[in-house]
C-alpha cells in the first residue's frame, strides 16, 4: 500500500512540473494569435498598380495603421490607398524596378508579417491623421453620391446644385489639408517618456527584435 501512495504521488508531482505557468501559457496564446494567417484576394492589378481584398481591414483599425505604413516603408511604393468600408488597399509601385510578379509576392508577404511590425509614436501619430482624412474623405464622396441620386430622382438629371458645390470644395480643401499636413508631421520633434527628443529618421522595427537599452 505504500509503495502504491508513493507511485501516485510521484505521478502527481510530474503532471505539476509539466504544467506551464500562467505566464509562459500567455504568451503561447499571444503568439499564436499574431502569427494567424491573413485571408486576402487580389481584386485587380495592372502594371504599377494593384488592388488587394482583405477582409482584417474592415474590422481591426491596427492592423489597417500597420499595414498602410509598413507598405509606405518601401521605397519602390508611389502611393498607399485603404478603403476600411470595402476592406481594400490599392497599391501603387515604380514600375521596371522590379517583375510585377515579385513584388505581389512582396507585398502579400507584408500583408502576411505587418501585424507583427511595431511602430513607433511618430510613426502612429501619422497613421492616425492620414486615417481621420481619408474617413473624412469618404465620408463626403457617399454624401456626395447621394445627393447625385437625389437629382436624378428630382430633376431627372445630374446637376451641379449648392450642395454639390459645396461638397466639392470642402473634398478639395480637406485633400490639400491633408496634404501639408502628412509633410509636416514626419519633420515634426515628437516628446518621448522622460521628456527626450527625437529627431531621427523614422524606422520599422519588427517585433522580434530586442529593444536596446
Keep these: 500500500m505504500t509503495s502504491i501512495k508513493r507511485s501516485n504521488s510521484d505521478k502527481a508531482a510530474s503532471l505539476n512540473l509539466c504544467l506551464p505557468p500562467?505566464?509562459?501559457a500567455k504568451n503561447l496564446a499571444n503568439k499564436t494569435a499574431s502569427s494567424?494567417?491573413?485571408?486576402?484576394?487580389?481584386?485587380h492589378t495592372i502594371p504599377g498598380r494593384i488592388r488587394f481584398r482583405i477582409p482584417?481591414?474592415?474590422?481591426?483599425?491596427?492592423?489597417?495603421?500597420?499595414?498602410?505604413?509598413?507598405?509606405?516603408?518601401?521605397?519602390?511604393?508611389?502611393?498607399?490607398?485603404?478603403?476600411?468600408?470595402?476592406?481594400?488597399?490599392?497599391?501603387?509601385?515604380k514600375g521596371g524596378v522590379?517583375?510585377?510578379n515579385q513584388m505581389r509576392e512582396h507585398l502579400v508577404n507584408l500583408i502576411q508579417t505587418a501585424q507583427d511590425v511595431v511602430l513607433p509614436k511618430e510613426v502612429m501619430a501619422k497613421s492616425i491623421v492620414?486615417?481621420?482624412?481619408?474617413?473624412l474623405i469618404n465620408l463626403i464622396d457617399s454624401t456626395r453620391k447621394l445627393n447625385q441620386a437625389r437629382n436624378i430622382i428630382v430633376y431627372r438629371r445630374v446637376r451641379t446644385d449648392v450642395w454639390e458645390q459645396i461638397l466639392s470644395t470642402s473634398r478639395s480643401i480637406i485633400k490639400r489639408l491633408k496634404s501639408a499636413t502628412m509633410f509636416?508631421?514626419?519633420?515634426?520633434r515628437w516628446r518621448l517618456r522622460g521628456g527626450e527628443v527625437n529627431?531621427?529618421?523614422?524606422?520599422?522595427?519588427?517585433a522580434s527584435e530586442?529593444?536596446?537599452v
Excluded at 491596427?62 to 497599391?91: G, M, W
Excluded at 492620414?130 to 474617413?135: E, L, P, V
Design 199 to 206: 529627431s531621427q529618421p523614422l524606422k520599422l522595427k519588427s
Design 36 to 43: 494567424q494567417k491573413i485571408f486576402y484576394s487580389i481584386v
Design 184 to 188: 509636416i508631421l514626419p519633420n515634426k
Design 130 to 135: 492620414g486615417t481621420i482624412f481619408d474617413a
Design 98 to 100: 522590379i517583375s510585377d
Design 210 to 212: 530586442p529593444e536596446l
Design 56 to 93: 482584417l481591414l474592415a474590422r481591426d483599425t491596427e492592423y489597417a495603421n500597420q499595414l498602410k505604413l509598413a507598405i509606405e516603408s518601401d521605397t519602390k511604393v508611389t502611393n498607399v490607398r485603404i478603403n476600411p468600408k470595402a476592406a481594400s488597399i490599392v497599391i501603387n509601385y
Design 22 to 24: 500562467k505566464k509562459a
